[in-house]
């Protein structure tokens, strides 16, 4: 069975940090693109990051830039998400997917994924 598990959410105060992480279990990622989405109460799906193949090539939405950082470690079918200096527009539920490419940059365009976690909640809140 192809699943993507993420963890790593919680409640946090603005300022602090989280690590998310996304793991594959049924398939390697060594061939996907992957990319962090999340969805905040009312609103709609929205790109976060996305990595590469071969993690050369990262991207960033601009809510995020400089604050949140994507890493992948394929020897253990995983990739994570640092977030720093969170802030209460943060919350929402954040999904990993995995899209089948070895394009050598990656987009966030959600439709293009193939797999999807179930999410993870993450809460910044004083």
């Not at 992480?21 to 790109?47: E, I, N």
């Not at 993690?55 to 949140?68: C, H, Q």
Request: hydrophobic share 30%.
């Amino acid at each position: 069975q192809l699943q993507l598990v993420e963890s790593g959410g919680g409640l946090v105060q603005p300022g602090g940090s989280l690590k998310l992480s996304c793991t594959a279990s049924g398939f390697t990622l060594d061939y996907y693109t992957v990319g962090w989405f999340r969805q905040a109460p009312g609103k709609g799906r929205a790109g976060v990051s996305c990595i590469s193949t071969s993690g050369s090539d990262t991207n960033y939405a601009d809510s995020v830039l400089g604050r949140f950082f994507i890493s992948r470690d394929n020897s253990k079918n995983t990739v994570y998400l640092q977030m720093n200096n969170l802030k209460p527009e943060d919350t929402a539920v954040y999904f990993c997917a995995a899209r089948g490419s070895l394009a050598s940059q990656c987009v966030m365009n959600s439709h293009l994924y193939d797999y999807w976690g179930q999410g993870t909640q993450v809460t910044v809140s004083s």
